[in-house]
């Protein structure tokens, strides 16, 4: 089993992300940060600049139909831009949210909207604004999606850009709080196919039913981020999504270096020993989902500990996970 026969094709999505970025640097004028890292920046001179990103939840909202948990959608969809906004060192300043829907639902959009607050108040951010759109006819009177763009600034050169990683340098890593928001549709076909009830609670897991487990929402990494970045020592940062672990810390190396993870250094969450269990195998696994690490950072050894010093005092729990080389 695996993601691309859900409908899902890694390395297609990966293509067209090349095929943006050969169009947009054909007609882009603005003077910016390369298109394909976690988010893009623009200069506003005086040493600033404006950092910007977008994202969405993927087909978790299904899921949240299922099982009519929402306000944890809406904390997802912040944390999806917030964590991919923080990895270049911007502090978050506004959050915008779009919602589509086939027919407004005040009831559960007043949930993902709490959830988003919440999302907002754990970033340091302020919910700007939004666009709700009611779409019958592209929608299902019950289906939704949701959008969501981060905005930031940045001091220049306080950034961690991963321009300075060399051989021999740490990834620190930082739990996950679960699934996060990637690699649902492979998670929707397991559940199809094995009949497990999401009311159901697994001896496996704390209590929670199956339905609370998966529906838990992304962990928001700004603070944690924020703080060992600003101490100098952090070269460059993570924020695991799409793609897993191995191909997002790759995505700040500089040409030529690649991680070389440690899958046995932390502690794997329980549920993902159940999709693996449902016919995933090990390769898919780790391309797939982030496996319990949702964020790293790199740091020359002699910085690390001061590295996982500024994140602990965030009550993080930091972990050696990997270091760089030259790539094989």
């Not at 695996?2 to 095929?19: F, H, L, P, Q, S």
Request: proline share 4%; hydrophobic share 40%.
């Amino acid at each position: 089993m695996n993601y691309k026969e859900t409908g899902v094709d890694i390395d297609r999505g990966n293509a067209w992300i090349e095929t943006i970025k050969r169009l947009a640097a054909r007609r882009n004028s603005i003077p910016k940060v390369g298109i394909g890292g976690f988010s893009g920046a623009v200069s506003i001179g005086g040493g600033r600049s404006i950092v910007a990103c977008c994202d969405g939840v993927g087909t978790k909202v299904e899921l949240a139909r299922e099982t009519g948990i929402y306000r944890g959608l809406g904390q997802d969809l912040v944390a999806m831009s917030v964590n991919d906004l923080v990895t270049c060192g911007a502090t978050p300043l506004f959050f915008l949210d779009y919602i589509a829907c086939g027919a407004l639902d005040e009831r559960k959009m007043e949930s993902v909207i709490e959830g988003v607050l919440d999302g907002c108040e754990a970033s340091g951010c302020a919910l700007l604004g939004g666009e709700t759109a009611e779409m019958p006819g592209v929608y299902a009177p019950d289906g939704f999606d949701l959008a969501g763009f981060a905005v930031g600034l940045l001091d220049e050169g306080r950034g961690a850009d991963g321009c300075d990683i060399v051989p021999g340098d740490l990834i620190i890593g930082l739990p996950s709080s679960g699934i996060h928001s990637n690699g649902y549709s492979l998670v929707r076909k397991i559940l199809r196919s094995s009949g497990v009830s999401l009311g159901e609670k697994p001896t496996w897991g704390d209590g929670a039913t199956l339905g609370e487990i998966l529906m838990r929402p992304t962990k928001i990494y700004v603070r944690p981020a924020l703080e060992a970045s600003s101490i100098g020592a952090v070269k460059g940062m993570a924020h695991i999504t799409g793609g897993g672990i191995e191909s997002n810390i790759n995505r700040v190396m500089p040409a030529g270096l690649e991680c070389v993870m440690d899958y046995s250094s932390w502690e794997r969450p329980k549920v993902f020993d159940f999709i693996a269990a449902s016919g995933v195998s090990e390769a898919e696994m780790r391309r797939v989902f982030n496996l319990g690490l949702g964020y790293a950072l790199a740091a020359s050894p002699a910085n690390a500990d001061a590295v996982v010093n500024a994140l602990k005092s965030t009550g993080e729990t930091p972990f050696t996970a990997g270091r760089v080389r030259e790539a094989a």
